[in-house]
C-alpha cells in the first residue's frame, strides 16, 4: 500500500531563475511507457503531435516506471507546449473555470488569480514563463497493460475540486486513493513535484518545481520548437 497524498497549497510566484542548457528528446509510445498526447487528439490548432521533454525529465519518467508494479504503466498527456497552444488553451478555460467559481464580476487581478492553478498565463517573459513551455512540466495518468487507464477520479483537464490531488484521501473510493497514491508515490520518489490543483501534472526544474524544493528554477521558457536543440 502507498502512502497517503500530502495536502499542499498551490505554488506562488518564484522569480528565481538558474538557466541551465539541456537538450530536449523526443519521446513515443515504448516499452518503458505510452504516450497519448491530448491536445492533437481534441484538434487545438496550435498542439504538437511530437513529445518532447528535457533529457533529465525523460530519465525520470523512466525511473517512475521502473518502481511501478508489472502490469501497470505511464501514460504521458501532455508535455512541452509552445506558448501558442498556452495561449490557445488560456482562451479555452480561462472563462470556464471564472464562470464556475462565480467570478464574473470580480477584479481582473482576482480572476487572473483564480486561474492560475488550473491554467498559467501565457506570458512572454523566457524566465518566468508557463511552465510547460520549459519542457519540464509532464501531465501523467497510469495504464494497465492494454493500454486502458486506471481510474483516477476524474478525466485530464478537470477543473473540479475532485481533480485536487489529494481529494479522495478522504473520499470513500479505496481505487481511486490508491491509483492515485501509486502515481503520486513514482513520480515523486523520481524526483518531480505535483501541482496540487491537478492529480496529473507533476515538474522538475520548472519555477513550480523550484518553489516545493525552495531553490531557482534551471529551465527557461522554450515558445516555438524552432528554438530547441532535439535529440
Known amino acids: 500500500m502507498m502512502l497517503?497524498?500530502?495536502s499542499a497549497a498551490p505554488p506562488r510566484p518564484?522569480?528565481?531563475i538558474t538557466i541551465?542548457?539541456?537538450?530536449?528528446?523526443?519521446i513515443n509510445s515504448c516499452k518503458e511507457f505510452d504516450v497519448s498526447l491530448q491536445y492533437p487528439l481534441r484538434g487545438l490548432e496550435n498542439a504538437p503531435y511530437r513529445c518532447l521533454v528535457r533529457e533529465s525529465v525523460y530519465?525520470?519518467?523512466l525511473a517512475a516506471q521502473?518502481?511501478?508494479?508489472?502490469?501497470?504503466?505511464?501514460?504521458?498527456?501532455d508535455?512541452?507546449?509552445?506558448?501558442?497552444?498556452?495561449q490557445e488553451l488560456?482562451?479555452?478555460?480561462?472563462?470556464?473555470?471564472?464562470?464556475?467559481?462565480g467570478l464574473q464580476n470580480a477584479k481582473a487581478k482576482e480572476k487572473r488569480e483564480a486561474v492560475a492553478p488550473y491554467v498559467s498565463e501565457p506570458e512572454k517573459n523566457p524566465l518566468h514563463p508557463p511552465v510547460h513551455t520549459t519542457g519540464g512540466a509532464v501531465d501523467v495518468t497510469l495504464v494497465n497493460e492494454n493500454g486502458e487507464p486506471l481510474d483516477m477520479g476524474t478525466p485530464f483537464d478537470d477543473f473540479s475540486d475532485m481533480a485536487q490531488t489529494d481529494y479522495f484521501e478522504t473520499a470513500d473510493n479505496p481505487t481511486v486513493q490508491e491509483n492515485r497514491r501509486l502515481l503520486y508515490g513514482v513520480m515523486t520518489g523520481a524526483g518531480f513535484t505535483n501541482l496540487p490543483s491537478e492529480w496529473w501534472h507533476y515538474d522538475y526544474g520548472d519555477r513550480f518545481w523550484a518553489?516545493?524544493?525552495?531553490?531557482p528554477a534551471i529551465y527557461g521558457g522554450i515558445f516555438t520548437a524552432a528554438e530547441m536543440h532535439v535529440d
Open 66 to 77: 521502473s518502481a511501478l508494479p508489472q502490469g501497470v504503466r505511464l501514460c504521458v498527456l
Open 79 to 86: 508535455a512541452w507546449r509552445p506558448l501558442a497552444l498556452q
Open 4 to 6: 497517503p497524498i500530502p
Open 59 to 61: 530519465k525520470m519518467l
Open 90 to 101: 488560456y482562451d479555452l478555460y480561462a472563462g470556464d473555470i471564472i464562470e464556475r467559481l
Open 14 to 16: 518564484h522569480p528565481l
Open 211 to 215: 518553489y516545493y524544493n525552495r531553490c
Open 20 to 26: 541551465k542548457e539541456e537538450k530536449f528528446v523526443m
